[in-house]
């Protein structure tokens, strides 16, 4: 096993220390260093070059949840002591998303809104839209409330009573106490075109790579969009850029980390040296907020700086993309929602290009914001999972799921022709809430809890985003508030 490189004690003089040093910063990562920044603990936060040249709508999460009725959103924003004048500028939207499949476009909202839906487009009978609607609200808010109560995470121990018990004859649920937890029945049973659209839903709202999110996960899921949305109705700074104005306004620092960097330690102390520079920044921890497979790829396999076994975890991993499309305002069509889920033909059908078969059954998430830079215009960011895929391929795949995204957005817009622009982006190789997206590791997952301590000597933490993957971005926040409570706890 490699361990992290321990440099010379001469070397000390040189280094920049903290309390916590956060290597990542998307959201989770953020969370977690603003609520060590809060017990007074200094905390640094490195953040890769290529992140920041991105837009901030593509930086920004698909689709807002929790903002009120007791949400995560709302409730992280709160303890994370976000500024009034800042929450005010989000605001409830009674439409979450639209699932755009042939020949429906079914709009997704409060509950009265969505039966109505289901039964205008000949998907339920009456009664039967308002108990499957029904039934998913009341499975996701059982789930909402044993994630309040819930740890969630542990370092290196498990906590009495952790994990679930399957209830008999059915895989889908679990009892935990007098909860019945899992999937309706409802919704197991479902058919044709309605189960489609939500397996297309889950697969849009969870940060998965190649696995099914967990019944429980599933049925919080499905239970998000049925409060309706939120979004900012101004310019940004959007949630992301919140966040990072929480870190810096604490005890928190921001620094880029451009180009190469290695793991080391000085005197028991873990941090990186940044290869261009040589400059050393330490922490009394070292939290780990992205990916380990994502890291072990940007270390690459130069003999004499070989990668540590911190990242080696061998966890399954899918690549979502994202991709920037521009068009003009006038092209959108009337009543088009601001989020859109387009679920992928079954088995690629209708496609004669095998290469587009490919492609052609993936989910895609459609999220549109007002252009930042050109008046006028609407930028369309679009992300999809390509669940089989490796570095050597990855470029030429992407290509091929640009494309085909595009030819659905240009579907979607009849009146479109040629004024679908494509912009390309300079995506990063490990910091990023999209990217490779990794499967849980076992036994330190939700509905269990997660572990985060990886190494104790000299501690290193991972903010495991796969662990909490399939809860979407409710996992990314709970992950990052209860995860950086217990990393200061151990700091303190």
């Not at 022709?417 to 912009?423: E, M, R, S, Y």
Request: aromatic letters at 6%; proline letters at 7%.
């Amino acid at each position: 096993m490699v361990e992290i490189p321990t440099l010379d004690p001469s070397e000390a003089p040189r280094a920049r220390r903290w309390d916590a040093l956060v290597l990542g910063s998307g959201l989770t990562a953020l969370v977690a260093a603003a609520r060590i920044s809060a017990t007074g603990q200094r905390v640094l936060v490195v953040e890769e070059e290529a992140r920041t040249t991105l837009p901030a709508a593509v930086k920004e999460p698909f689709f807002l949840s929790g903002l009120r009725d007791q949400g995560m959103l709302d409730a992280t924003m709160r303890a994370l002591t976000v500024p009034l004048i800042d929450r005010r500028r989000i605001g409830n939207e009674r439409l979450a998303y639209q699932i755009a499949a042939d020949p429906y476009r079914l709009d997704i909202g409060q509950p009265v809104l969505s039966a109505e839906e289901l039964v205008a487009w000949g998907l339920a009978t009456p009664d039967d839209a308002q108990t499957l609607v029904r039934r998913r609200v009341e499975a996701s808010e059982t789930e909402r409330e044993i994630l309040y109560e819930s740890p969630f995470v542990r370092i290196g121990r498990r906590s009495a009573g952790a994990g679930r018990s399957t209830a008999r004859g059915n895989p889908n649920t679990a009892t935990v106490g007098n909860h019945k937890r899992g999937l309706p029945g409802e919704v197991v049973a479902a058919q044709g075109p309605l189960a489609r659209g939500m397996q297309a839903e889950i697969r849009a709202l969870s940060n998965l790579g190649t696995r099914t999110p967990s019944p429980e996960a599933q049925a919080r899921l499905l239970g998000l969009g049925l409060a309706g949305g939120a979004g900012f109705a101004d310019d940004p700074p959007w949630l992301i850029d919140l966040f990072r104005k929480r870190v810096t306004a604490l005890y928190g620092d921001m620094r880029t980390l451009p180009g190469e960097f290695e793991f080391v330690q000085v005197a028991g102390q873990p941090g990186i040296r940044v290869m261009r520079t040589g400059e050393i920044w330490l922490g009394r921890a070292l939290v780990l907020g992205a990916p380990t497979s994502a890291l072990r790829d940007a270390y690459g396999d130069e003999p004499g700086r070989p990668a540590p076994s911190i990242l080696d975890l061998g966890t399954r991993r899918a690549y979502r993309a994202v991709f920037l499309f521009r068009v003009a305002t006038s092209i959108l069509p009337e009543g088009m929602g601001a989020r859109m889920i387009l679920p992928g033909n079954i088995n690629g059908e209708m496609q004669a290009d095998s290469r587009a078969a490919a492609t052609s059954d993936i989910t895609v998430a459609v999220t549109a914001y007002p252009c930042q830079t050109h008046p006028g215009r609407v930028d369309l960011v679009a992300r999809a999972v390509l669940p089989d895929v490796e570095p050597s391929t990855l470029n030429e795949q992407l290509q091929i799921l640009q494309q085909d995204i595009a030819g659905r957005l240009q579907a979607l817009m009849p009146f479109c022709g040629d004024g679908l622009a494509q912009i390309e982006l300079n995506a990063p190789s490990w910091d990023s809430d999209d990217g490779w997206l990794e499967d849980p590791r076992s036994n330190s997952a939700w509905p269990g809890e997660i572990d985060l301590r990886l190494s104790s000597k000299p501690p290193v933490y991972l903010l495991d985003r796969a662990g909490a993957a399939g809860l979407g971005l409710e996992g990314d926040l709970l992950l990052g508030w209860r995860g950086g409570d217990a990393i200061a706890e151990a700091l303190s």
